[in-house]
């Protein structure tokens, strides 16, 4: 087990300093969201291609292209969808909506994987989302209420592309190689952008924020290194481990992010911005051991 559960912890993890340095990319730097969207999927197919010259797709046939690049397409629609929402709705109501992904994949595998989940393990996962959902919390989302509307429906079918990308991915590492995957993945994640947000505008302002060395190298090593390596460790753990436990820890995002958040804004205020109200933290910290105690129990289960 620990095998696929190290980096199914390092993947969110690592994610979570992706999501502070992406904060800090669209509002204290001023790259559009478009921008930003459009340089993860070019950076997922550069790195996709280069390990193809190390790991070339041999002997693998149509079908298991599909799977691969379906894994691509479909993480890049969550993500689009997601970022469509981010534009028009509070983060604290979006983000609670997305982190219910696990859920989905959990169901899928066991109707299609026949993956055996125990009733432990079934806790795990709704403490996992519990958490994450806990975790994702805002001063505005605990003092005021939540009213879903019709338009929050395009949130749920995001946080089940992710968990259709998830499903993919279990069954593509079962048949391929995992540097395989991660090349056709990353083709299948740039095809999808590419086609949403690959315009003149776009690759003019990208191409301009790269030229100023402090926010190019930024931009690069968030997207282009840390994001790139923390894909990879959730393919790994993927090609490891069940993938409705992986999805699971997956979710936990937000409660790395609230321990990170929380040293960083005493150690460099300046970049990670973060302010905790009493209400906030005793919420965050209660999501915390929430998430804690579904990685325990899905590594005891």
Sequence with gaps: M????VPAIGSP???SVVTFSDKAILSRFGLSSSGLTLFVG???????TVVLFFAPLN?????????GLGSGVFQGLGLILMFFMLKREEASRVIPVFQTSPIFVALLAVAFLDESISAIQWLAVLLAVVGAVAASTTRSSVSGSFRPRPIFAVLILAAASVAVSQIF???STDEMSIWNTVTLRGWGMAAIMGLVFARKTNLVELGNFLRVPKRGALLVLTEGVLAVGASFLLIFAISRGPVSLVAAIFGTRPGFMFVLGLVGSKVYPSFFDEVFNRTEFLIKLAATVLIVTAIVLIATG
């Design 2 to 5: 620990i095998e696929w559960l």
């Design 13 to 15: 993890a690592t994610f």
């Design 42 to 48: 070019l950076s997922q197919a550069v790195f996709g």
């Design 59 to 67: 002997g693998v046939d149509l079908g298991d292209v599909l799977g």
């Design 169 to 171: 991915l279990e069954i």
